[in-house]
């Protein structure tokens, strides 16, 4: 079946750095990425979805020079956390889909600021 | 706006009970409805759907009905095992996959 694949599954790093996830869609061609944030016994929460070739769309509420994302190709998406702050702290899932097939889910990542 | 409440978890059970987690839904239109399971240190996957009024999703014993009255999507199983033990997620669509989450239920389910 069709696998989205997310990386890195845990990174930490330090207050004001940058870092970036990668969100690929390995065996079908993701017209469309969604990127949600998960805090601990939360809900997922949409961040913003992106389309392949133009701007992602934010949801109400989420920085859009903080979390920077980009589509660049069908199979590949990142969101970069820039500056981050401790409390960028977070769980951070992508999902994707053609829409022909359901949506596919990555595994997360689980972000730490220290 | 669209949204979805569901119960508080945890859920802890004994192996074989039934299970019930209710989930409400408020949304503009006919949206369609999910259930999606995440079992530990994976992502989340689709347990089962429904598109319209009246359907019943069903998928690995657990099923659930599309409730447009009461504008519920209860997930239900008649017979829990410990390896159901997972983060239980509703969900409705209203289009182009965009999907609005609720808080999320935790099942434990103990041998």
């Known amino acids: 079946g069709a696998v989205v694949s997310q990386h890195p599954s845990w990174v930490i790093c330090k207050s004001g750095t940058s870092v970036k996830i990668e969100c690929r869609s390995l065996d079908f061609q993701a017209t469309t990425m969604f990127w949600y944030r998960q805090f601990p016994k939360q809900s997922l929460m949409l961040m913003a979805t992106s389309n392949e070739g133009s701007k992602a769309t934010y949801e109400q509420g989420v920085e859009k020079d903080k979390f920077l994302i980009n589509h660049a190709s069908l199979t590949l998406s990142t969101l970069t956390v820039t500056s981050a702050h401790p409390e960028d702290s977070s769980f951070y899932i992508c999902?994707?889909?053609?829409?022909?097939?359901?949506?596919?889910f990555g595994n997360g990542t689980r972000l730490t600021v220290t | 706006g669209n949204s979805v409440t569901q119960m508080e978890g945890p859920v802890t059970l004994s192996e074989e009970a039934f299970l019930t987690i209710n989930c409400t839904y408020t949304a503009t239109g006919y949206p369609s409805l999910f259930w999606y399971v995440q079992y530990p240190g994976e992502g989340l996957q689709l347990l089962l759907k429904?598109?319209?009024?009246?359907d019943k999703g069903s998928n690995k014993g657990f099923e659930a009905t599309y409730r447009k009255e009461t504008t519920s999507f209860h997930l239900e199983k008649g017979s829990v095992q410990v390896s159901d033990s997972a983060v239980y997620f509703c969900a409705l669509s209203g289009g182009y996959n965009k999907l609005i989450f609720g808080a999320g239920t935790r099942l434990a389910v103990h041998p």
């Open positions: 429904a598109t319209k009024a009246d």
């Open positions: 999902s994707a889909t053609d829409f022909n097939s359901p949506l596919h």
